[in-house]
C-alpha cells in the first residue's frame, strides 16, 4: 500500500511497497543492498526503459530521503558557495533532458573466466532513460565556479552511515560544462528512491558509476578525490570507488596506481596506457551491441521466403555507433546490419535490423558494433595470465573486478531454423 508520503506518480519518499512488487522487471541478484539486473533481453527492445525494468546498481542501502529537507551543496572553488533547495534547483534554473542508455562496467561480468569478484551481472545492467533535471554548468556559471579545463567537480553520494565508505566521483570540468545534469526526472517521473530520488548527476554516455546518487555536495576541485584528506574525511574514506574501484586491474596488479589528474578521459584510450596510466578508469563507455531477437534457444519458423529477420541494440560512449554487423555462422562472416527507427541523440541506443536468409538447423548468431573512430567490440574476454590492460587481438583484458566487458561471442544466441 502506498503510503502518505507517496503520491501517484510514486514521488516524495517513494520507498514504500516491497521491491519486488515496485520493479517486476527485474531479477534481484543480492539484496540489502539491493542490486538487481533487467529481467531479459526483449526489456531493451523498447526505447526507453520504464524504470520498473531499469536496473538498480547500489553499494549501500537506498536511503529513505523527503525531498523538502533535502539540499545541494556546492563548494570548493567558487565564489559563493550555496546549499540549493530542491525547490531552487527545479524552479531557479533552466532545466534539460537527455535520453541515456548508462551501463553499469560490471555488466557481463558473469561471462569471465576465472570467476571477477561482485555480482555476476549478465546482460542486464543497461537501461535507456530520458533523465530530466538541471544543467551543472547553469549552477556553476551562476556561482562564479572556477571552471577552467584541468578542474574536476566531485559528486558526494548522501546515502553512506557513519562508517561507511563515501560514494563519490570526480568528472572532469569539460565534461561536467558540456552535458552533465542534476537529475531529477526519469522518463518524465520523479525518480524512484533506488535510481536517486531526489537528485543524481547523470553524466550521459559515461559507465553508470560516475552519475552519483543522492547527491548532496558539487565540489570544485584541481584535482580527482584523492590523497589522505580523501581517504579519512569525517573519519570515511572518499576516494576508494574513484581510485580503487572502476579501474581495470590486470590479476598481475595488487592495487590500481592512483592519479591526482589525468588529461586522458576516453576509457579505451586510458586502456591503450596513454600518459601512462596503468590501470584505467571507467570513464566513457564502450560500444556494444545485443541482440534481442529471437531469443537464445528459439525455434524458429522461417517466411514463405525462407526469412528471418533479426533485430538488436547497439550503444557506445562519447564517440555514437556507426555500424553494426551480425554474423549467422558463429564469426566465420559477418554482414552489415541496417539501422532503423528514430536517431535519439548520441547517447542513446541505435536499434538495427538484419534479414537473415536462413537453412534448416542449428545456428550461432552474433553482433558487433563499430563506434566513430573506428573501434569494434572484441570477440572474447582474454585469460588473466595474457596481463592485458587493454582491447588486442579480439580480446577484451581479463580484469579482477570484471569490468568493461564489450565481448561479443558470450553475448551470442543459438537457435534452431526448422525445415
Ligand atoms: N551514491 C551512489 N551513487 C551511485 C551508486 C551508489 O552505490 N551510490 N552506484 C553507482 C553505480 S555503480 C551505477 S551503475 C549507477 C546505477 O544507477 P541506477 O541504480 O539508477 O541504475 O549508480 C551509480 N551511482
Ligand atoms: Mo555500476
Known sequence: MPSKNSDENGASRNSTGSFVDRYPGLERLSADPDNAQTASRAHLEDYLTPREQHYIRNHHRTPDIDESEWTVSLTGLVESTADLSMDELKHGYPTDSVMHMM??????????????????WTVGAVGNAIWTGTPVRAILEDRG?????????????????????????????????????????????????????PVRLLVPGWFGNNSVKWVER????????NGEAWESRDGRDYTKYQQSSYRLLPAQDDEPKRHADVETFDTQDQMRGEEGIRNA??????????????????ELAPASDGRVELTGVAWSGDDSVAGVEVSTDGGETWDEASFVGPELGRYTVRKFRYVWECEAGEHTLLSRATDE???????????????????EDG??????????????EPLGVTVTVRD
Not at 373 to 391: K, L
Request: net charge negative; with cysteine; glycine share 10%.
Open 373 to 391: 573512430r573506428g573501434r569494434t567490440q572484441p570477440a572474447t574476454v582474454s585469460d588473466p595470465d595474457a596481463g592485458r590492460r587493454g582491447i
Open 103 to 120: 551501463e553499469c562496467s560490471g555488466n557481463g561480468r558473469a561471462y569471465f573466466s576465472p570467476d571477477a569478484e561482485g555480482d555476476q
Open 218 to 225: 558539487l565540489h570544485v576541485m584541481d584535482e580527482m578525490v
Open 145 to 197: 565556479a572556477d571552471t577552467d579545463d584541468g578542474l574536476w567537480l566531485t559528486a558526494v553520494g548522501g546515502e553512506a552511515k557513519e562508517d561507511e565508505d563515501v560514494f563519490a566521483r570526480s568528472v572532469p570540468m569539460e565534461k561536467a560544462l558540456e552535458d552533465c545534469l542534476l537529475a531529477y526526472e526519469m522518463n518524465g517521473k520523479p525518480m524512484s528512491a533506488e535510481h536517486g530520488f
Open 281 to 298: 578508469y571507467f570513464f566513457d563507455q564502450l560500444v556494444k551491441s545485443l541482440l534481442t531477437s529471437p531469443e537464445d534457444g528459439a
Open 395 to 408: 580480446e577484451y583484458p581479463w580484469n579482477q573486478k570484471g569490468y568493461g566487458n564489450n565481448a561479443y
